[in-house]
């Protein structure tokens, strides 16, 4: 059975495996990862681990751009099978292009309702920090995120081009 858990350096080669499985240069929904993050070495990778938990804390000064974020791993087994962020509210970018929940599946995990077990999860924690209503996006050609979505009561806005290409909007009521 799957759980949740706060992003750890102890799960550093079980992260860096599900990284390798997805290839070089594809973007990982849901680690808050970005193209400058150095997670190779166990000093960077403990480093870019302090960063994303600490998005979550009221306590630490964000950077410009950013908003507070709750990062979970989805693990089983010790096996990272994916990554979730719940933002805690949203910018101007995040309302356009990403909402307020953003996920991924490693592709061996793919199919087997992970996406759909953790979504559900997430959503208890927003609720948790007081948001009515979560805003999830997807690419509008992802059927199956679309399907999560659903699963979860998700209501569609439309379709709308972004800057990361046409994407499905979905509201769900908390």
Do not use: K
């Not at 609720?127 to 059927?143: E, K």
Request: with cysteine; net charge negative.
């Amino acid at each position: 059975m799957p759980e949740l858990i706060v992003p750890t350096v102890d799960l550093h080669d079980a992260w860096l495996d599900a990284h390798d499985e997805w290839g070089p240069g594809l973007h990982e929904d849901g680690f808050g990862l970005r193209p400058s993050d150095e997670v190779r070495s166990p000093d960077g990778f403990a480093a870019w681990v302090r960063l994303v938990n600490e998005q979550a804390d009221p306590a630490t000064p964000l950077a410009d751009g950013q908003v507070r974020c709750t990062h979970r791993w989805i693990v089983e087994d010790g096996r990272v099978l994916g990554g979730i962020a719940l933002r805690h509210e949203l910018d101007d970018f995040l309302l356009r292009v990403a909402g307020h929940i953003g996920y991924g599946i490693r592709p061996s995990a793919r199919r087997r309702g992970v996406a759909t077990w953790a979504l559900g999860r997430v959503l208890g924690e927003a609720r948790a920090i007081g948001l009515d209503r979560v805003l999830i996006v997807c690419a509008a050609d992802n059927m199956a995120s679309a399907r999560t979505i659903e699963r979860h009561g998700g209501v569609l806005e439309g379709v709308r081009g972004t800057e990361l290409g046409p994407a499905r909007r979905y509201w769900i009521g908390l």
